[in-house]
């Protein structure tokens, strides 16, 4: 893998690393391809049953690489959706280890797992529309089904961050550890899964996430339909800029 993710193999359990603690481990394109590759391998490989997911430095991740998408960079790959991973997760099971913020497409990345294990310390939110965005990587989609629809439309429309702590007791967490536990925490509950047959780990993760319609296609195709439009805005343009510039963003509208 290239420096921006790191991967490590013990016990059965494979852990990638995003490494762009310069960046807050924000995702460029690169870090897409990389993290796409990564998940590949450790789906292929017989001595890996399960993966955990964490960022370096001490951030989960700050989403998607603001600068790099003012340039005109997208961090999505085809079919594969940000990061490489939110629209296509692998088979087998994948747990967050989660330290600091997990932001936007951060936050998608923690929906996209299937256990999540934080600090308590940790904080997680889409702030998109605050740059005329919307958290397309599946924030608006899987966000409803954790937690209560209006909590839920709270954090959409505001912005503003949740904390592990409420995160937990909604059930979004499953496992609260003290700061600079969470890696640790991740892979003791990796290790428990790990135990279990490997057929059955995948079989058993496909019915739970299609139970809940986590990975529909109608509703991620429909999706593009609604946000596409904004992506190609002006404004979604000048909330990247404002935010390269660490300035307040002036909205038109268009």
Same mark, same amino acid.
């Not at 399960?50 to 430095?57: F, I, K, R, Y």
């Not at 999706?223 to 390269?244: H, K, L, P």
């Given at each position: ?8 193999? =013990? ?19 690169? *870090?897409? /391809? ?23 430095? $001490? ?19 085809? +079919? ?14 994948? %747990? ?29 939110? %889409?702030? /998109? ?7 397309? $990587? ?23 961050? %949740? ?7 909604? +059930? ?5 550890? /003290? ?13 428990? %899964? ?23 296609? /109608? ?5 593009? *339909? ?7 805005? =002006? ?20």
């Amino acid at each position: 893998m290239t420096d921006t993710v790191l991967t490590e193999v =013990a016990d059965g359990v494979g852990t990638i690393t995003l490494n762009r603690p310069e960046a807050k481990n924000a995702v460029d394109l690169a *870090t897409t /391809e990389a993290l796409a590759a990564a998940v590949d391998d450790f789906d292929a490989r017989d001595d890996v049953s399960v993966m955990v997911l964490t960022g370096a430095g $001490g951030v989960f991740c700050a989403g998607m690489d603001l600068k790099a998408f003012a340039r005109g960079e997208r961090p999505a790959l085809p +079919g594969r959706g940000f990061a490489g991973l939110t629209e296509a997760p692998p088979a087998k099971p994948l %747990i967050a280890a989660v330290e600091g913020w997990a932001l936007a497409g951060g936050f998608e990345l923690v929906l996209s797992c299937d256990l999540v294990v934080a600090s308590r310390e940790a904080r997680f939110g %889409i702030p /998109e529309v605050k740059r005329s965005l919307v958290a397309a $990587g599946g924030g608006v989609l899987r966000l409803p089904k954790t937690l209560p629809y209006q909590r839920a439309m709270e954090l959409a429309l505001t912005g503003d961050p %949740i904390s592990a702590e409420e995160a937990h007791r909604f +059930g979004l967490v499953n496992v609260l550890t /003290e700061p600079g536990g969470a890696l640790a925490g991740a892979r003791e509950l990796a290790g428990r %899964i790990a135990v279990n047959g490997p057929l059955a780990l995948r079989a058993t993760k496909q019915l739970v996430a299609g139970a809940v319609r986590w990975t529909d296609r /109608e509703l991620l195709d429909h999706q593009v *339909t609604v946000t596409d439009a904004v992506f190609s805005s =002006a404004d979604a343009q000048e909330g990247a800029r404002a935010f390269a510039e660490k300035r307040a963003p002036v909205w038109r509208g268009v």
